[in-house]
């Protein structure tokens, strides 16, 4: 039997692999990809149709999420939101109308592509408390305590500096603020094989 051998990759070369795949989405939704991508996926994971059709094509055909985080989470009117890897906007644009005119949203992504598309969707339907920024998880150029509620949507599973980016939302949300957080989760690791390699890690 032969010895399968596996190429060990750096922390900054997982980060931009994941950043790519992430892009393509956002330039070719209905393209091959190693997550499910769009409005029936969207759907699937509890957003209501009737919410998707209220927002932009541009935002709901590149959803990448896991789980329906800004239906799910306590938006009170008024507060401020960030939304950490917000993808095309899909979450923001759903927080945005939750907090109201009073409150405001700020969408952070490391993908120029989704961002392109998240401020498409802006122009399109006008929405005046949001606000779009370029950014790594890991290092957020917010004040400290800036935020009343952090929404985040499936980063962590694919990033190796998970740490930093917890480190990261404790400081840029207030003391008396919220996480909501979704993410998946393995049940069982095949600790044959190495964690960081180009072969598994969407797998």
């Given amino acids: ?57 541009s935002s709901v055909e590149a959803f990448a999420g896991v789980s329906n985080v800004s239906i799910f989470a306590e938006l009170p009117i008024g507060s401020r939101v960030l939304d950490l890897g ?29 961002l392109r598309r998240a401020r498409l969707s802006q122009r399109a339907i006008g929405t005046t408390n949001v606000e779009f920024v370029s950014c790594g998880a890991d290092a957020l150029p917010f004040d400290d305590g800036e935020f009343d509620v952090a929404i985040v949507n499936g980063i962590f599973n694919l990033n190796p500096v998970r740490d930093s980016i917890f480190r990261e939302l404790a400081r840029v949300v207030r003391g008396e603020g919220v996480v909501f957080a979704a993410e998946l989760v393995l049940n069982s690791v095949d600790v044959e094989k190495p964690v960081a390699t180009r072969e598994n890690w969407f797998a």
């Fill in 1 to 57: 039997m032969g010895v399968q051998r596996f190429v060990m990759i750096s922390t900054a070369t997982i980060v931009e692999d994941v950043r790519l795949a992430y892009s393509a989405a956002a330039d070719c939704p209905t393209g091959k990809h190693p997550f499910p991508v769009g409005r029936a996926f969207a759907e699937e994971l509890g957003y209501p149709p009737s919410v998707l059709r209220d927002l932009p094509d």
């Fill in 86 to 114: 917000c993808g095309a906007g899909l979450d923001t644009f759903v927080a945005a109308s939750r907090v109201g005119s009073e409150g405001f949203v700020c969408g952070a992504d490391f993908s120029e592509s989704m």
